[in-house]
């Protein structure tokens, strides 16, 4: 009895003693990196980082058009919003990013904004009017990441127009809200005196 409780007590702090010797990481599983998807994304229009996964967070700072960044991870389908760690760290809107361009003269072209799109998305919340100008009557406030489209003109340029320090873009409220608005509004677009740099629409993802 006694050589089997010591047979007993000896297997056991073996185990323990392997046990300890494993590697943290290695007694821990995790997913495998998928290599194939590459971390580097770059920004289709200018677009703030935010502290927070939210619009309503501050704003870190805003970045240009055709600004390269780096992920912090793969966002999942659906995921509105993505961690990013170069060239700062914060939260990006994912509807905002499109691929990196291969490093050749070739031109991705299905990673650029389709000629002539008119789909948009709301990066902040902004009021629509009748008119472009803040003494016309509001139409209805939308809140960041609603659909809505603009119109065009010759040459598939979005129809705008300037006025009071403002950039000013012309939205179809028919096909945006079908069944509850009619007609076109006008939405600002960008605020050429406090934020020159940071637009109201994304091209849709």
């Not at 998928?34 to 996964?53: D, G, I, L, M």
């Not at 127009?161 to 677009?189: H, M, Q, T």
Request: glycine share 4%; charged share 15%.
């Amino acid at each position: 009895m006694e050589f089997q409780k010591f047979l007993y007590i000896f297997t056991l702090v073996n185990i323990a003693t392997f046990a300890l010797s494993v590697p943290v990481l290695a007694q821990i599983t995790q997913p495998p990196f998928n290599s194939a998807q590459s971390s580097c994304r770059a920004t289709k229009v200018s677009t703030p980082v935010f502290k927070e996964p939210s619009t309503s967070s501050h704003a870190i700072r805003i970045l240009s058009a055709k600004t390269k960044i780096t992920l912090a991870y793969i966002p999942v389908s659906g995921d509105r919003f993505v961690r990013i760690k170069a060239p700062t760290s914060g939260f990006i809107q994912t509807a905002v990013l499109k691929f990196c361009q291969p490093n050749n003269n070739t031109q991705n072209i299905s990673s650029k904004p389709t000629i002539g799109s008119v789909c948009r998305q709301i990066v902040r919340r902004e009021t629509i009017r009748r008119q472009p100008s803040t003494r016309e009557p509001f139409i209805t406030t939308l809140s960041p990441n609603t659909v809505v489209y603009v119109n065009l003109v010759t040459g598939n340029i979005v129809k705008s127009y300037k006025s009071e320090n403002y950039i000013w873009v012309e939205i179809d409220l028919s096909r945006s809200f079908p069944g509850e608005l009619s007609g076109n509004g006008w939405i600002v677009n960008t605020d050429l005196v406090n934020t020159p740099g940071l637009s109201s629409l994304a091209y849709c993802s």
